[in-house]
T-cell receptor, first 110, second 114 residues
């Protein structure tokens, strides 16, 4: 079993829908990262959080430390949100390594 | 503001040829620097990280090497490429330590070994 699990693996939705991507982890973490990988390959960091909730525009990230679970939400989804969304965690054991999820491929249809 | 650049963006190299990918960071000092590889349809694999000039740590044994000749310059090299070296290579930086800091990626380099 991977230490960081994302679900779903693939998600296709219509423009305007509310999107939820989930990330569960089995290790003790210092922080959890959500990143976006565009079709061209570039990766952008969206959020880093260790507790509670963060919001940036239409994106919302939440984390429940007790349940070892995080969610990334996209409100009013748009075709330009189509990308791979990746969850990664930093642990107490390493100052250099992140444990990466496999990613969720999101397609938003117009 | 901080920026990170890597080049070349794409390259096609024959088996056995050398490789050099370069990455530079601007707008910060003493960054942690990282080289990742992403094989097709796979997750990110950390290849090397560096906490300072001349300090390189390897996470995966392979025929690749890394060097950090200057504080904000990170180079990925190979003397002889293998077919299995094909993939998408990403340079990244973070303030220390990555477990509690945002990670910033370069644009990536697509390498095809033929």
């Amino acid at each position: 079993k991977n230490e960081v699990e994302q679900s779903p693996q693939n998600l296709t939705a219509q423009e305007g829908e509310f999107i939820t991507i989930n990330c569960s982890y089995s290790v003790g973490i210092s922080a959890l990262h959500w990143l976006q990988q565009h079709p061209g390959g570039g990766i952008v960091s969206l959020f880093m959080l260790s507790s509670g909730k963060k919001k940036h525009g239409r994106l919302i990230a939440t984390i429940n430390i007790q349940e070892k679970h995080s969610s990334l939400h996209i409100t009013a989804s748009h075709p330009r949100d189509s990308a791979v969304y990746i969850c990664a965690v930093g642990t107490m054991d390493s100052n250099y390594q992140l444990i990466w999820g496999a990613g969720t491929k999101l397609i938003i249809k117009p | 503001s901080q920026t990170i650049h890597q080049w070349p963006a794409t390259l096609v190299q024959p088996v056995g040829s050398p490789l050099s990918l370069e990455c530079t960071v601007e707008g910060t000092s003493n960054p942690n620097l990282y080289w990742y590889r992403q094989a097709a349809g796979r997750g990110l694999q950390l290849l090397f990280y560096s906490v300072g000039i001349g300090q390189i740590s390897s996470e995966v044994p392979q025929n690749l090497s890394a060097s950090r000749p200057q504080d904000r310059q990170f180079i990925l090299s190979s003397k002889k490429l293998l077919l299995s070296d094909s993939g998408f290579y990403l340079c990244a930086w973070s303030r220390r330590w990555i477990s509690g800091n945002t990670i910033y990626f370069g644009e990536g380099s697509w390498l095809t070994v033929v």
